[in-house]
């Protein structure tokens, strides 16, 4: 790797981190993180197991039981019957559930909208012509050997 790719990459990291944590700082609600991670992995994923979903947030599942409770008691969460074994449960998203990630979703755009309106033309061209190159980035499964 060239220092010139690594420099690029460190900074590249710091500011895609850095935008992340902004656009999320502000959140709707009371929820924790864990809270959210766990709404947006069943979104994902759909109905799931509770074990299912405690090796995806890669978390016990006794702790993610407590996550889960709260969730199913701010009607985020709700339990289903697994068609494929009665006697287990699945994990969906309840209709709060799926109203909250919407307007994460939503607050979040617009928050990022509000900032892109602040920059230059020359700034917001620069920005629309690296998106493909982002979006490349983002979607390149191989990884190089480290």
Sequence with gaps: MRSDDA???RRLRL???RLGRQLRYQQIGE???SQLSALYT???HGPTRLSELASREQVS???LSRCIATLESDELLERRVDPSDHRASLLALAPG???LLDDLRREHTTRLAHRIGGLT???QRILAAALPVLETLVSNQTRPDM
């Design 31 to 33: 929820l924790t993180s």
């Design 97 to 99: 559930g799926s109203q």
């Design 7 to 9: 420099a690029l990459a």
């Design 15 to 17: 500011v895609v981190g």
């Design 61 to 63: 599942a006794a702790t």
């Design 121 to 123: 033309s020359a700034q």
């Design 42 to 44: 069943v979104e994902i």
